[in-house]
C-alpha cells in the first residue's frame, strides 16, 4: 500500500513528527511505500475561494500544492500529522487541506485509508474532544476509512513524548496495517 504522511509541524523535530516516524517505521517494516510531506514547510498559500478550479480542476495557484495533490492522488492511505494548537490541527496542516477543494470528488471516489497522529502537552480528557471531531468530519467527507488515531496527551516536548506509550502505539498503528 502507498501511504502518504502530511506532517503539520512548523517544529521538525517536534513531538508530533516523532509519532509520524514511529508510525513510518511500523509501516515500511508490514512492506508499505511511505512518503512523507512536510506540508508545515511546503510552498503552499491558502486556498481563496476563487472556484477557478470548479471543486475538480487545476487550481488557479500555482504552487507546491500540484506535486502534494499527485503524491495524494496515487496513495492508497493519507496519515495527518499534528501538534494541537488551541485544540485542532495547526495552520499549516489546514492550510493543505483546504486545498483538497480543488479535488475533492478524486479523493471522494477513491475510498482511501486513513489516520490521526497528534500531540499535546494537556492531558485532560477532553483534550482531543475537537480535533477528533474535526477528523471525523474528514473522514466522513472525504469517503475515508478510518484506521485508528493515536492521540499523545502530555506529550509536550520530545523527551516527553519519547517516554510515553504513543510512539509504540504510532508504531503499532503503521505496523498492523494491511
Not at 27 to 52: I, K, Y
Request: net charge neutral; hydrophobic share 40%; glycine share 8%.
Amino acid at each position: 500500500m502507498k501511504i502518504v504522511v502530511l506532517e503539520g509541524s512548523p517544529n521538525r523535530n517536534g513531538s508530533s513528527n516523532m509519532l509520524a516516524e514511529y508510525f513510518k517505521q511500523g509501516a515500511e517494516e508490514s512492506g508499505h511505500l511511505v512518503h512523507v510531506v512536510d506540508a508545515a514547510h511546503a510552498a503552499v498559500h491558502p486556498c481563496t475561494g476563487c472556484l477557478h478550479c470548479g471543486y475538480e480542476g487545476p487550481c488557479a495557484q500555482k504552487d507546491g500544492m500540484e506535486e502534494i495533490r499527485e503524491k495524494i492522488l496515487s496513495a492508497d492511505m493519507v496519515v495527518l500529522v499534528t501538534p494541537l494548537y488551541y485544540y485542532g490541527m495547526s495552520a499549516q496542516l489546514k492550510t493543505l487541506l483546504d486545498r483538497f477543494c480543488a479535488f475533492n470528488s478524486s479523493i471522494q471516489h477513491k475510498h482511501m485509508k486513513s489516520a490521526l497522529l497528534a500531540a499535546a502537552w494537556n492531558s485532560d480528557s477532553w483534550t482531543f474532544e475537537a480535533l477528533e471531531a474535526h477528523y471525523k468530519t474528514l473522514v466522513r467527507y472525504l469517503n475515508f476509512t478510518d484506521m485508528g488515531m493515536v492521540l499523545g496527551a502530555g506529550c509536550g516536548t520530545p523527551s516527553m513524548t519519547g517516554r510515553s506509550v504513543f510512539p509504540r502505539q504510532a508504531y503499532e498503528l503503521g505496523k498492523k496495517l494491511k
